[in-house]
């Protein structure tokens, strides 16, 4: 039966970019955030001492300015090429928080002490549209200050040396914000709330069914029907492979994610 | 030659047998004079001083005797023999004073060049050659340019000059009889705790940052306490001398950081960022951080536990009512 695309291929790959690269950065980056665990040491050794762990942190830190420049240069295309500036950016498909979002938070605490009924969804929920701007956040934010680390000398030419002082802080303080958030409210939001639990493969196979769609978005769905693109909306399912492939690939990602979450928690509560 | 001649005449009327007892050795070596001559009571107030000679100076089982040669201190105490303390000789082989043995150099130390011989009293004795006190003095017959720059140090001076038992002598750093050959890794990370033993503060805020960090995992290539701040010759960092003064600071970052600004070297290497007063960008920054920390996690936790209170409860009176 066809299924509704929700995600482009190009999405999927930097998706999967970012989530390899996120991973390699909180395993190489927690080892010396919480130096003093005994679990440090050994994920350290794992890793080819502290310059690999340094090299695999690099490399990740490429990684994720990479798919940063490239999802820029995404919107950019998107907006200007395919959609000729014909785009609302407080409209359905924009990414940008508007009015019913704060609605949407409102009604949703309602639903959950039970006095009223779940709000409607359109293509972006507000939780969806958090998760996606904590991303440029957190990459402007580790982002630059690790860049202050990562060549003390070059900044030390125009800024003071104390500038590395305010850029540890910040660059530990939101690793441990991103790490602690991702592994789990991103992970709950998306793969692990009683209606999609134990995972929802649509990042990987960037379809949903026709009813996904209709329970979960369904302002989305009302107004494809009305706008008359559904039909465009429709694909074929994604192949058998590439879905197992993106299953096996999310449950091995939430795993390490919460192995690492572990180790976070004993360093930050523990040791 | 005449007077061996002596004291070979003299043992062979004293001694009648083989067999005998510490008191027969003074009555030659307990001569003023006597080549070997032994201050009896000084002898019998050290720790070997209820032993009989022959225990040491194996060699010697009858009178006359030859040449002594050199007492070998392990036969007791390697072995942990009738009691003897055994933990300082086995470090002592492990010591880089025991290994320049094989690299064939002939002043090497052994326990004699420091404790002496007949006359050892226990450190904590005014009269020991090993009494705290007395250790830079007794390590620069051997070491006398560390001797001279330790002198000038601010660890010297308050041990030296103003006998502050508090300051660190050689062995605190060197570790008494293990001596770990300067360079050796293991040793320099655990110099970082020991400095971290008085300088309680200072270990605290560098383990805060990526030098202290990496030390902390085991690696000794980061910056370690000495590298910034010296090591016999350490002064105050207010002094002009400091590693870290205005006049060598730069140098010094540059040890490792070959392009280092003056800029650069305004780093703080032990900060606290919980210290408003002295690093208040550092605290502010801090405060932000902890308040989106905790903002960010208390509302998306209540969030989440509310969503699964609330679908997992629609979802089972679903069911109830199929």
């Given at each position: 039966m066809a299924q509704v695309k929700r995600f482009n291929a190009y999405h999927r790959v930097l998706h999967v970019a970012m989530a390899v690269s996120f991973i390699g950065l909180v395993a190489s980056g927690m080892p010396i955030k919480y130096a003093q665990a005994p679990w440090a040491a050994w994920l350290t050794k794992l890793l080819g001492g502290y310059e690999g762990a340094a090299l695999v942190h690099r490399i990740c830190a490429v990684i994720t300015f990479g798919y940063f420049a490239a999802h820029i240069a995404y919107v950019v295309y998107d907006v200007a090429v395919v959609r000729k500036f014909k785009f609302n950016p407080i409209g359905p498909e924009s990414m940008v928080p508007w009015i019913k979002d704060a609605e949407d938070i409102y009604h949703n605490f309602k639903w959950f002490f039970g006095m009223g009924p779940r709000p409607l969804f359109d293509r972006w929920a507000y939780w969806e549209k958090f998760d996606y701007w904590a991303v440029f956040w957190g990459v402007g934010m580790i982002g630059v200050s690790g860049l202050f680390l990562w060549f003390p000398e070059f900044f030390g030419q125009f800024l003071p040396g104390w500038t590395f002082n305010v850029a540890t802080v910040i660059h530990s303080d939101e690793a441990l914000l991103a790490a602690g958030f991702i592994f789990t409210i991103h992970y709950f939001n998306t793969h692990l709330r009683p209606e999609k639990f134990p995972m929802d493969p649509v990042i990987f196979t960037g379809t949903l069914t026709l009813h996904e769609l209709q329970h979960e978005r369904p302002l989305e769905y009302q107004r494809l029907v009305e706008e008359k693109t559904l039909d465009q909306a429709m694909v074929e399912p994604q192949k058998n492979w590439i879905t197992d492939l993106g299953i096996l690939f999310g449950f091995a990602v939430v795993l390490i994610g919460f192995l690492l979450l572990l180790l976070i928690v004993l360093g930050q509560f523990i040791y | 030659m005449i007077r061996s001649l002596f004291i070979l005449l003299f043992a062979s009327t004293v001694v009648a047998s083989a067999a005998y007892a510490t008191g027969d050795c003074y009555s030659c070596h307990g001569r003023k004079g006597m080549p070997g001559y032994i201050d009896r009571n000084a002898f019998q107030g050290s720790v070997h001083g209820s032993i009989d000679c022959t225990k040491c100076h194996i060699a010697i089982s009858s009178y006359p005797h030859g040449k002594a040669g050199k007492v070998n201190c392990g036969i007791c105490h390697f072995l942990g023999r009738d009691g003897a303390p055994s933990a300082q000789a086995q470090e002592y082989k492990l010591s880089v004073h025991n290994r320049i043995v094989p690299v064939g150099q002939n002043a090497v130390p052994v326990c004699q060049t420091c404790h002496g011989s007949h006359y050892i009293y226990p450190s904590t004795d005014r009269r020991s050659e090993t009494r705290r006190q007395n250790i830079p003095v007794l390590c620069s017959k051997c070491h006398p340019r560390e001797f001279k720059e330790y002198g000038k140090?601010?660890?010297?001076?308050?041990?030296?000059?103003?006998?502050?038992?508090?300051?660190?002598?050689?062995?605190?750093?060197?570790?008494?009889?293990?001596?770990?050959?300067?360079?050796?890794?293991?040793?320099?990370?655990?110099?970082?705790?020991?400095?971290?033993?008085?300088?309680?503060?200072?270990?605290?805020?560098?383990?805060?940052?990526?030098?202290?960090?990496?030390?902390?995992?085991?690696?000794?290539?980061?910056?370690?306490?000495?590298?910034?701040?010296?090591?016999?010759?350490?002064?105050?960092?207010?002094?002009?001398?400091?590693?870290?003064?205005?006049?060598?600071?730069?140098?010094?970052?540059?040890?490792?950081?070959?392009?280092?600004?003056?800029?650069?070297?305004?780093?703080?290497?032990?900060?606290?960022?919980?210290?408003?007063?002295?690093?208040?960008?550092?605290?502010?920054?801090?405060?932000f951080m902890t308040v989106l920390l905790i903002g960010t996690f208390t509302f998306f936790f209540v969030h989440t536990f509310l969503w699964a209170y609330r679908s997992l409860k629609e979802r089972m009176n679903k069911k109830g009512g199929e």
């Open positions: - | 140090s601010i660890h010297g001076i308050e041990a030296l000059e103003r006998n502050n038992a508090m300051a660190p002598t050689c062995f605190d750093c060197h570790q008494e009889h293990l001596i770990p050959p300067a360079g050796d890794a293991q040793w320099m990370l655990s110099l970082v705790r020991q400095c971290g033993n008085c300088h309680a503060e200072q270990i605290k805020t560098y383990r805060k940052t990526y030098h202290g960090k990496v030390t902390q995992l085991g690696y000794a290539t980061m910056a370690k306490c000495s590298d910034c701040h010296g090591s016999h010759s350490i002064a105050r960092v207010t002094d002009k001398a400091s590693l870290l003064s205005e006049q060598n600071i730069l140098a010094t970052c540059r040890k490792c950081h070959p392009k280092a600004t003056i800029g650069f070297t305004r780093f703080y290497a032990h900060a606290e960022e919980t210290n408003r007063a002295k690093y208040p960008v550092m605290f502010y920054t801090f405060l």
